[in-house]
T-cell receptor
Framework: GAVVSQHPSRVICKSGTSVKIECRSLDFQATTMFWYRQFPKQSLMLMATSNEGSKATYEQGVEKDKFLINHASLTLSTLTVTSAHPEDSSFYIC??????????FGSGTRLTVV | QKEVEQDPGPLSVPEGAIVSLNCTYSNSAFQYFMWYRQYSRKGPELLMYTYSSGNKEDGRFTAQVDKSSKYISLFIRDSQPSDSATYLCAMETGANNLFFGTGTRLTVIP
């Protein structure tokens, strides 16, 4: 089946630094990837939609200068959290439309900003 | 009103029980309906994907969609401790705009 590989699975960084999260579609091409954020015991919240070869579309309330999204190829999308602060600590998950319908999710990245 | 409503639980059942998970929605334009299973600290895993109304069965899992009532269900037969997870319903109109329920936390007790 369709697989999305997400790295790193866990990262701890200091406040003020930047963190890059990568998502790769391993066996299918994804012109679109979705980035979600999930706080403990809450559902997934869509942050932005990345589009291969064009600018990402951000949801209302999501700072595009803080959460930089790049979709450089049909198999790679990245999310960079710039100047991270403790309130950015969360679980970040990407997903891509699977070739058979539905969406395939990465395994998630737990970001802790100290 | 939220687009998708789902009882967060928690729901505890004994091993072997039939589990019924449900979601209601308000947007009649939703056409694609999904159920995801999410283990703690992992990404969601697609369990069932259905289009429009009807039933779909896959092993111990059965998904039902009733568009007239705007109601979807996931049934798990012969539940196992390994089924303990959070189950998320999700749906979309077909324009890559996925809406999730809050998830129901299920525990199957051995």
């Amino acid at each position: 089946g369709a697989v999305v590989s997400q790295h790193p699975s866990r990262v701890i960084c200091k406040s003020g630094t930047s963190v890059k999260i990568e998502c790769r579609s391993l066996d299918f091409q994804a012109t679109t990837m979705f980035w979600y954020r999930q706080f403990p015991k809450q559902s997934l919240m869509l942050m932005a939609t990345s589009n291969e070869g064009s600018k990402a579309t951000y949801e209302q309330g999501v700072e595009k200068d803080k959460f930089l999204i790049n979709h450089a190829s049909l198999t790679l999308s990245t999310l960079t959290v710039t100047s991270a602060h403790p309130e950015d600590s969360s679980f970040y998950i990407c997903s891509g439309p699977g070739p058979g319908g539905g969406y395939t999710f990465g395994s998630g990245t737990r970001l802790t900003v100290v | 009103q939220k687009e998708v409503e789902q009882d967060p639980g928690p729901l505890s059942v004994p091993e072997g029980a039939i589990v019924s998970l449900n979601c209601t929605y308000s947007n009649s334009a939703f056409q694609y309906f999904m159920w995801y299973r999410q283990y703690s600290r992992k990404g969601p895993e697609l369990l069932m994907y259905t289009y429009s109304s009807g039933n779909k069965e896959d092993g111990r899992f059965t998904a039902q969609v009733d568009k007239s009532s705007k109601y979807i269900s996931l049934f798990i037969r012969d539940s196992q401790p390994s089924d303990s997870a959070t189950y998320l319903c999700a749906m979309e109109t077909g324009a890559n705009n996925l809406f999730f329920g809050t998830g129901t936390r299920l525990t199957v007790i051995p």
